[in-house]
């Protein structure tokens, strides 16, 4: 089993910056794809930012050039720098790890962490 913990979330003003955090641990053989989705209240689940095994990264064209994604292979985790942060980034995040766990390669979620972007 593998469990998914985050951190990070919060209120910040607009223009501020804000770095999540997702650790996983349990029983983990190899980390694949790791990602961030958010959920904005009355809207669907989107993809923020990914990372690719071999360090390839894609981001969602409304957080170029203000959003970093990255990893720490060691500690089976990753990251999500936000800065210059707007209201309309204001949803609950979510990271998502493409796992291998000894027997399947599967995809875990966390519970999510809130970031209200407000004045």
């Known amino acids: 089993q593998v469990q998914l913990v985050e951190s990070g979330g919060g209120l910040v003003q607009p223009g501020g910056s804000l770095r999540l955090s997702c650790a996983a641990s349990?029983?983990?053989?190899?980390?694949?794809?790791m990602a961030w989705h958010r959920q904005a209240p009355g809207k669907q689940r989107e993809l923020v930012a990914s990372?690719?095994?071999?360090?390839?990264?894609w981001y969602t064209h409304s957080v170029k050039d203000r959003f970093t994604i990255s990893k720490d292979n060691a500690k089976n985790s990753v990251y999500l720098q936000m800065n210059s942060l707007k209201p309309e980034d204001t949803a609950v995040y979510y990271c998502?790890?493409?796992?291998?766990?000894?027997?399947?390669?599967?995809?875990?979620w966390g519970k999510g962490t809130l970031v209200t972007v407000s004045s």
């Open positions: 349990g029983s983990i053989f190899s980390i694949k794809n």
């Open positions: 998502n790890l493409e796992i291998d766990d000894w027997s399947d390669v599967v995809n875990y």
């Open positions: 990372i690719t095994q071999g360090g390839d990264t």
